[in-house]
Nanobody
Framework: QVQVVESGGGLVQTGGSLRLSCAASGNTFSLGVSSWYRQAPGKQREWIATIGSDSRTTYVDAVKGRFTSSRDGAKNTVYLQMNNLKPDDTAVYYC???????????WGQGTQVTVSS
């Protein structure tokens, strides 16, 4: 049984930083591709970043140069470092973690990020 625990959200001022973490636990889970999404109030959920098993990353234009995703395969953990935060970044952030075989995917519970102006 795989469980994903997401943490690191909070309230910051414009220009501040946060680091989100998602850790998967399970007897047979090995980390494959992971992605980050966010959903702002009244808006659809949007994809913001993906990191592959080779640590290659892609980002939506709105966060390029400010957000950085990384991974620790030994810990089955992915991170999203968010710098120079803006009020438009305010949203609930979710991670999606796939197993190495690409068969299963698991979602974090979401964490609130609020950026005040």
């Amino acid at each position: 049984q795989v469980q994903v625990v997401e943490s690191g959200g909070g309230l910051v001022q414009t220009g501040g930083s946060l680091r989100l973490s998602c850790a998967a636990s399970g007897n047979t889970f090995s980390l494959g591709v992971s992605s980050w999404y966010r959903q702002a109030p009244g808006k659809q959920r949007e994809w913001i970043a993906t990191i592959g098993s080779d640590s290659r990353t892609t980002y939506v234009d709105a966060v390029k140069g400010r957000f950085t995703s990384s991974r620790d395969g030994a810990k089955n953990t992915v991170y999203l470092q968010m710098n120079n935060l803006k009020p438009d970044d305010t949203a609930v952030y979710y991670c999606k973690m796939q197993d190495f075989g690409g068969i299963w995917e698991y979602w974090g519970q979401g964490t609130q990020v609020t950026v005040s102006s």
